[in-house]
């Protein structure tokens, strides 16, 4: 499981997504959950016992990235929907972040998203 990996990897203040040599910058890391997703959950607990942030993700993940993310000095890590993966994807690389991601189980994609510097 790709969460396993990014919490094996140091805690989330370096996560790596399993299988990939590129890692998140050292640092803030805030965790998107969704609480509709176990996987997603469990991200949130690893990640809670390694000191990070958890935000919800809600209904409009967009949203939350203009809300809360866009332009901060933090690592995003999480396991969302493909298709909301797909909407952070996009925002984070348009702020010129570096993605990384792995495909999990029904859908569901783990992600890491490196800081603005």
């Known amino acids: ?24 910058a050292a640092g803030p890391v805030v ?23 958890v935000i919800d993700g809600g209904d409009d993940v967009g949203a939350l990235w203009y ?4 332009g901060t000095r ?3 890590v999480g396991a969302l929907r493909a298709s909301d993966f797909f909407v952070i994807r996009h ?7 570096t993605v990384m991601h ?6 569901v994609v783990s992600f890491g998203i490196d800081a603005l510097s």
């Open 31 to 53: 965790v998107i959950v969704d609480a509709s997703l176990d996987e997603s959950v469990e991200w949130a607990r690893s990640a809670i016992a390694h000191g990070a942030s």
């Open 1 to 24: 499981m790709a969460s396993a990996g990014l919490a094996a990897s140091g805690g989330f203040g370096r996560a790596m997504v399993s299988g990939d040599r590129h890692s998140v």
């Open 74 to 76: 933090v690592s995003v």
């Open 102 to 107: 792995e495909s999990g189980s029904a859908g």
């Open 67 to 70: 809300r809360a993310l866009r």
């Open 91 to 97: 925002l984070a690389r348009s702020e010129g972040r």
